[in-house]
């Protein structure tokens, strides 16, 4: 038995192992994954940081030049000034196209300085370039939200800065960076397929997103959990967002603000784009584990299937070795063996202890007269009528030919002899029915009883053996005991 629970659970624990350490294996292999993900981000968002802080540094100096050009010459009209001009398309020049400098009249007045004077007129007054620098609380160098052009068309960045002494009414001057240079710029530097890069105000407002959503630039994430709980109250850090806002793609998203101006910079990666060669080697990992489960289990099922074959034919080798082929109760070698114990039992706790052997009579007529068919009918027959009249706790076995032992456990000699003499008659009173006619039996009974004369077994049944052999010389069908 033993053996068997050691062949199912054997294998049950080692599968687990197996299983626990492919999967701690696994895990710890994505958090390092992921680990090493969330470095690469932090080292690219501190690079894209650098990048838009240095851009939006270049427009402040821009602006700046610009101011001071035209404080230095307030009764001169910059959009008609040749130096003017010259300054700005210099502006224009060395930030390879990237930053335009452009005016706005105190009336709301748009005025380009590089392109066709037919945007002269246009009114700009609703615009919150414009509009910051007519609040007191907003005055100065001002990020404002994403505008599409209603010259070009194209959508930008403006910053502005308010104008105090400048020729031609001027009042606000501010530099736009075009959002298709973020776009080209990011689109090489940001991680494929499905990470991003974005670019909002510290007060959620998105000015530039990669790739490019229309629908998102000048919208307000400030609601999200990623505002919330991250972007809007930490300098720096780390979070996963399930994109609920764009895409529904779950990413890492990596954040800081800019030291100088209230913009946070984020880059993200996708999750599953940084866990697809994780997730491969672990369905490679995980089939063979299961390949490897199932041989084990059919191994250990056919292990067990043959154990439970061998355990059933050794019981049955030990049935046959201790019980009678033909009666089916015990046979002389457990009998005696039995005997030994109980007498042992007996000795030690001085409770008493009885014998019975018990001889068919005339058995050797029954052969004779009927075959030897009915001679094991007689035998099975007797058998069942001494298994009938015992105790649970008496022992009955076949000792050999038409010879039976009983041992009659807590049983005193008187009590031993009334038994003995129940059984005779129980026999005798019976008609037993065999092929060809109807038998009346008998037995002869021997008693011992464990005692002075008889100290062990093999004297106990000397002593009944010499009382049934009396009993069968004194005319058979009786009882006789050793005394």
């Not at 490019?212 to 850090?237: I, K, N």
């Amino acid at each position: 038995m033993r053996t068997r629970i050691a062949i199912v659970f054997t294998p049950i624990l080692l599968l687990a192992c197996l299983w626990g350490v492919v999967g701690y294996w696994t895990l710890t292999e994505r958090a390092t994954i992921l680990a090493e993900e969330e470095k690469d981000l932090t080292r690219l968002d501190s690079a894209v940081a650098e990048n838009v802080n240095g851009l939006f540094k270049l427009v402040e100096l821009s602006l700046m030049s610009v101011n001071y050009w035209m404080a230095q010459h307030p009764q001169t009209d910059p959009v008609t000034s040749p130096d003017f001009i010259d300054l700005t398309r210099s502006i224009r020049r060395t930030s390879n196209g990237i930053v335009d400098i452009r005016l706005v009249t105190r009336q709301g007045k748009l005025r380009y300085i590089t392109h066709s004077p037919v945007a002269a007129d246009i009114d700009v007054s609703d615009r919150e370039y414009y509009t910051a620098q007519l609040s007191g609380e907003t005055r100065g160098l001002f990020i404002a939200s994403p505008v599409q052009s209603r010259v070009t068309g194209k959508w930008s960045i403006p910053i502005a800065v308010p104008v105090d002494k400048a020729g031609g009414d001027i009042a606000v001057a501010y530099g736009v960076i075009e959002a298709d240079h973020f776009l080209a710029l990011h689109e090489t530097q940001r991680t494929k397929p499905n990470g991003s890069i974005l670019l909002m105000r510290t007060d959620g407002m998105v000015l530039s997103r990669t790739p490019y959503d229309e629908a998102l630039l000048g919208r307000s994430l400030a609601g999200t959990p990623g505002y919330s709980q991250h972007m809007g109250r930490l300098e720096r850090g780390m979070f996963v967002s399930h994109g609920v806002q764009t895409d529904g793609v779950d990413r890492l998203v990596s954040f800081q603000r800019l030291a100088e101006y209230p913009v946070v910079v984020a880059v993200t990666s996708g999750i599953e784009d940084t866990l697809a060669p994780w997730g491969e080697s672990v369905a490679y990992r995980f089939v063979i584990l299961a390949v490897v489960t199932l041989g084990v289990c059919a191994i250990s099922w056919k292990l067990n299937r043959a154990m439970g074959l061998y355990d059933t034919t050794r019981r049955e080798l030990e049935r046959l070795a201790t019980t009678d082929y033909l009666t089916g109760i015990g046979n002389r070698r457990v009998f005696f063996a039995q005997a030994d114990q109980e007498v042992e039992r007996a000795r030690r706790f001085s409770h008493s202890l009885s014998l019975l052997v018990v001889d068919i009579d005339h058995f050797k007529t029954v052969n004779d007269r009927f075959g030897h068919t009915a001679g094991d009918l007689v035998l099975k027959h007797v058998a069942q009528v001494l298994c009938a009249s015992c105790r649970k706790s008496d022992i009955c076995a076949r000792l050999g030919g038409e010879e039976f032992g009983v041992l009659l456990v807590e049983t005193q000699p008187g009590q031993a002899l009334g038994a003995a003499r129940r059984l005779c008659a129980m026999i005798q009173n019976e008609e037993f029915g065999i092929p060809g006619g109807e038998l009346r039996l008998s037995v002869s009974i021997g008693i011992a009883s464990l005692g002075e004369r008889t100290p062990d077994f093999d004297k106990m049944y000397q002593a009944a053996d010499e009382a049934l052999y009396r009993a069968k010389n004194s005319g058979r069908n009786q009882v006789v005991t050793d005394g």
